[in-house]
């Protein structure tokens, strides 16, 4: 494996954390998630890089708008 | 459906309408399309990036700097396969990642500069309470 593919799945990781911080914070304050349990999206959003993330995303657009 | 609703789908509609335009080069070559082919969509898509500071300044003024971070982080998601396996010009992932960079710190901006107008806001109305 070349150095320039080792950067690139550490930017992929440093990206994947960033967004599942995000959404796992979301998910610990929120009442209600889609499909009633809040487990599986833990486990969606921490085993699928990135896309849990967007997934998790796609279906709660509500926590991008606060207001 | 109500206005608020609406308004949820309109930061993933403009990602989704973003990343049409960036890869429907290859979206093209997928589908054969050839009647819509054009040089435009096969060159350097540092143009075609720009694009992607739509959602990333609106994701700024409605959802502050958790959503523009959020929304950068997407488009710098959306970007990855051009850089990794697509782009045959020179250094691909630095150009995006400079161009994530900036486009992060004027979301960043926006928000912090709505923030600030909204902090005006109140203390203007607890003024006129006084």
Known sequence: ?67 | MKRENLKLFILPLLLVVCTLFYYFGELVDWAAWDSLRNNFFYGIHDVHRLLFLAPIVYAGYTARIKGAVIITLVSFIIFLPRAFFISPYPDPLLRMIIFILFAGIIGYLVARLRNEKDKYRELEETKKKQ
């Open chain 1, 1 to 67: 494996m070349t150095l320039e593919w080792i950067i690139r799945i550490i930017l992929f990781g440093i990206v994947h954390w960033i967004l599942a911080g995000f959404m796992l914070n979301d998910i610990t304050t929120r009442e209600k998630v889609f499909g009633r349990r809040k487990a599986p999206w833990v486990i969606v959003i921490i085993i699928i890089p990135c896309f849990g993330s967007l997934l998790y995303l796609a279906f709660h657009p509500g926590m991008l708008h606060p207001d």
